[in-house]
């Protein structure tokens, strides 16, 4: 994950495109996780309103739980965990009920622009989830108990290693042995394993679609 900073009041970090970045292809990640064991953690946390400048994908990072991560000031608050030099990784291990509230695609964005691959969580919010998708941002859903046993890992050791195989829906734990099977639309998952969103899924399709074309009887 990238090392956030706080940037001064009322100041607006933010890079401007015109053309959002291409997604990664999402075959295997392995990475720490970073705990936030927290409910119903709302999109108006994930990135504030007042930060929605901009309608491509880059610089929502800066910008990812400003308010829980930054002071007024602009200094950053040393009992949030992402300010602590002991966690990191791309994966963001979350409670129950991940990216509730408004609708806004920003805060998938943000996750993905802060480094984050993949979002762990015993619920996610309906389009939260679909957001999170088409932006090549994997939500990985376990049940409660499972989440619990991941909290506690992470608890223990800082460091434990997660394996996410997503060809084989698996989330495993190298250091205790423990694997856990999620389930994922197969559509959206060939198009994280290619880093297609849904245009570059249908140009892919282009000699199929061709091909078929040239089958049509047409009727003038």
């Not at 990784?89 to 998938?108: M, P, T, V």
């Not at 996610?124 to 990985?140: E, K």
């Not at 698996?170 to 205790?176: E, K, N, R, S, Y």
Request: hydrophobic fraction near 40%; charge should be negative; include cysteine.
């Amino acid at each position: 994950m990238l090392r956030l900073r706080c940037a001064p009041l009322g100041m607006t970090v933010l890079t401007v495109s015109i053309l959002s970045p291409d997604m990664e292809k999402f075959q295997t990640l392995h990475s720490a996780a970073i705990p936030l064991p927290l409910e119903n953690i709302d999109t108006d946390q994930i990135i504030p309103a007042r930060f929605l400048k901009a309608t491509t994908r880059e610089g929502f990072g800066e910008n990812l739980f400003r308010d829980w991560r930054c002071n007024a000031d602009g200094t950053p608050k040393p009992d949030f965990v992402f300010n602590n030099p002991r966690y990191a990784g791309k994966i963001l291990l979350a409670g129950k009920n991940f990216g509730c509230g408004s609708s806004r695609e920003h805060a998938a964005w943000a996750l993905y622009d802060a480094g984050f691959r993949v979002v762990i969580s015993s619920y996610f919010a309906d389009i939260f989830r679909g957001n999170a998708l088409n932006t090549g941002l994997l939500p990985l859903q376990v049940t409660d108990a499972e989440l619990r046993l991941l909290f506690a890992l992470v608890e223990q050791d800082a460091d434990t290693q997660f394996v996410v195989n997503l060809p084989e829906q698996t989330l495993h734990v190298p250091a205790t042995g423990n694997s856990f099977h999620f389930d994922l639309d197969a559509y959206k998952k060939e198009c994280l394993i290619n880093g297609y969103d849904d245009i570059d899924y249908l140009v892919s399709q282009k000699p199929a679609i061709e091909a078929y074309e040239q089958t049509r009887t047409w009727n003038w």
